[in-house]
């Protein structure tokens, strides 16, 4: 868990599939374990005459951090077949097209910790405690989940030299006890991953919580995005998306 707190990290599917419906992930994972219509040149997603902004930052170490208040807000005029899209174009993910029918790229942004939700503050995160935003520095947030997990071996054989708890982390770690790490919770959207990524994910026993966009007869999945991981197979997906718009037509 460590890897999420140093760098954002990515959860890469090991084929190329297609997201019928898990395009858009938003998950919470613990240790042991979200124009007018004649202007045509201009880039637009169906109904949204704009492509939505990201509203992803980066801390200068490189982690991703999503505001997941602005973030959920920035699509609440969307059209609901369009919510998917917006919420992945505010998610910092990555297309191919303009019509926003291809991803690109996913995102993986931290969203809270320890339940609180965060954003970005310079080279801070804000812990978000109701009307209060918190500025804390991310190393400070290292250390105290790292001496948290660390705790709960304190009392063990483990401790035989009077360690102190963020060492005893540093113990634990190495000889693979992570179980420890039910002390600590981060929260994360995962946008833009395919199903079988999210299957994956949903299979782990150190994820906790899993909160996704329905895959099951939803106007938000009328028309979603495909993955394409590989761009020599995005003709493909290409051929194969006109050929079930042309079946869907005919029925």
Known sequence: MHRFLRWGARFPSSKSSCASGGVSAFISIGLAAYVAAPQQSRSRCDDVPERLPSLVQRLPGGLPILDQMAWWASARESPT???????????????????????????????????????????SLDLLLGELAIPVPLESIRSALKSQMGMTAMFSYLNRRGLEPEEMWGVVSKLGHFSVGHTAHLSFVLAGHSCAVENEINSQRDVVHLGRLTVARTRSQKDPPLVVQRPELLPVFKQVREQVQAWTKKR
């Not at 998610?91 to 970005?120: N, Q, S, W």
């Open 81 to 123: 077949a369009q919510k998917l899209r917006s919420l992945l174009q505010a998610g910092g993910v990555a297309f191919y097209d303009a019509e926003c029918h291809f991803v690109k790229a996913p995102m993986v942004a931290l969203v809270a910790v320890g339940g609180i939700p965060v954003r970005t503050s310079g080279d």
